[in-house]
């Protein structure tokens, strides 16, 4: 399995990016998928995700009504479109998956068993 995240840059406060994770070894209509970002000094936190079904979707409440998480099955990839991008957005952003996670638990890091080798985004003001 991997997962490879890309889209990451550096943007004026108020811009937008889209990040994308490429995923390779499993299906991503099949498993809960996620996005968690991690700045430095600070522990991972969660962004986006939505449920192995695809029929829950769950957003952080810091980035709700700016980030939206979305798939491509055709192209087997899970996309973040990050608008109204801040300072505070800065962080590395990793994508998550796994297959056996319910949905209260979506934004719980360790229940993720595979991750992607992250993608630095970088908002200046």
């Known amino acids: 399995v991997q997962l490879l995240a890309s889209g990451g840059g550096l943007v004026q406060s108020g811009g937008s990016l889209r990040l994308s994770c490429a995923a390779s070894?499993?299906?991503?209509?099949?498993?809960?998928m996620a996005w968690f970002r991690q700045a430095p000094g600070k522990e991972r936190e969660y962004v986006a995700g939505?449920?192995?079904?695809?029929?829950?979707?769950y957003v952080a409440d810091s980035v709700k009504g700016r980030f939206t998480i979305s798939r491509d099955n055709a192209e087997n990839t899970v996309y973040l479109q990050m608008n109204s991008l801040e300072p505070e957005d800065t962080a590395v952003y990793y994508c998550?998956?796994?297959?056996?996670?319910?949905?209260?638990?979506?934004?719980?890091?360790?229940?993720?068993?595979?991750w992607g080798q992250g993608t630095q985004v970088t908002v200046s003001s």
């Open positions: 070894g499993l299906t991503v209509s099949r498993y809960a």
């Open positions: 998550a998956a796994d297959n056996s996670i319910i949905s209260s638990q979506l934004n719980n890091a360790v229940q993720y068993h595979y």
């Open positions: 939505y449920s192995r079904t695809g029929g829950y979707t």
